[in-house]
């Protein structure tokens, strides 16, 4: 079965750089674009960007351009996400989310990770 | 950049209402559109793509409709498990935004 697992908990201190992992299986990584979605406390979901593992092409929103760096290692069906310069209000939740299939027709995320929580405090 | 409007923001009903929740883009995806459901805790869930299409495994309950600009996700029949927050999103492409969410609570 489908399934992405993220890495654990982590607490930052502004300024500081974070990198959350998503190790998936039950699929082949490189025929899925992979996205990032992140909530804050509280609030809504906001999708931050994807990328296609394929190619490693990605996609970031306006708001996290300069600031997130999405990346993969095809060898582990791994990806990453790393956003830097950190202030609390990164404080949130993030999920990987499986996309659409690379050269495919568009698709929701329909297989999520469990989340990871990262808290910037100092 | 598109955005997607939700409304309302949260809603209070009845075990057996039937609720409505709209969503309304800035300008037309065609029929780019994904209803998610979290409940509280959890890992938001696909119900429903492509507007109108029921993800697998989705009670029939769920149903959604709408093109363009304007969409519905409609509940035919409440039912308590059906306490959660509700997301639009687009996905014809980047950015793929979500609405702000549609908070359901049972009367």
């Known amino acids: 079965q489908v399934q992405l697992v993220q890495s654990e908990i982590e607490v930052k201190q502004p300024g500081a750089s974070v990198k959350v992992s998503c190790k998936v299986s039950?699929?082949?990584?490189?025929?899925?674009?992979m996205h990032w979605v992140r909530q804050a406390p509280g609030q809504g979901l906001e999708w931050m960007g994807w990328i296609n593992p394929k190619s490693g092409g990605t996609k970031y929103a306006q708001k996290f351009q300069g600031g997130v760096t999405m990346t993969r290692d095809t060898s582990i069906s791994t990806a990453y996400m790393e956003l830097s310069r950190l202030t609390s209000d990164d404080t949130a939740v993030y999920y990987c989310a499986r996309g659409s299939r690379v050269a495919g027709i568009r698709f929701p995320s329909d297989y999520w990770g469990q989340g990871t929580l990262v808290t910037v405090s100092s | 950049d598109i955005q997607m409007t939700q409304s309302p923001s949260s809603l209070s009903a009845s075990v057996g209402d039937r609720v409505t929740i709209t969503c309304r883009a800035s300008q037309g995806i065609t029929n780019y559109l994904a209803w998610f459901q979290q409940k509280p805790g959890k890992v938001p869930k696909l119900l429903i793509y492509?507007?109108?299409t029921l993800q697998s495994g989705v009670p029939s309950r769920f149903s959604g409709s709408g093109s363009g600009t304007d969409f519905t996700l409609t509940i035919s029949s409440l039912q308590p498990e059906d306490v959660a927050t509700y997301y639009c999103?687009?996905?014809?492409?980047?950015?793929?935004?979500f609405g702000q969410g549609t908070r359901l609570e049972i009367k």
């Open positions: 492509a507007a109108s």
């Open positions: 039950g699929y082949t990584f490189t025929d899925y674009y």
């Open positions: 999103q687009k996905y014809d492409d980047a950015p793929r935004t």
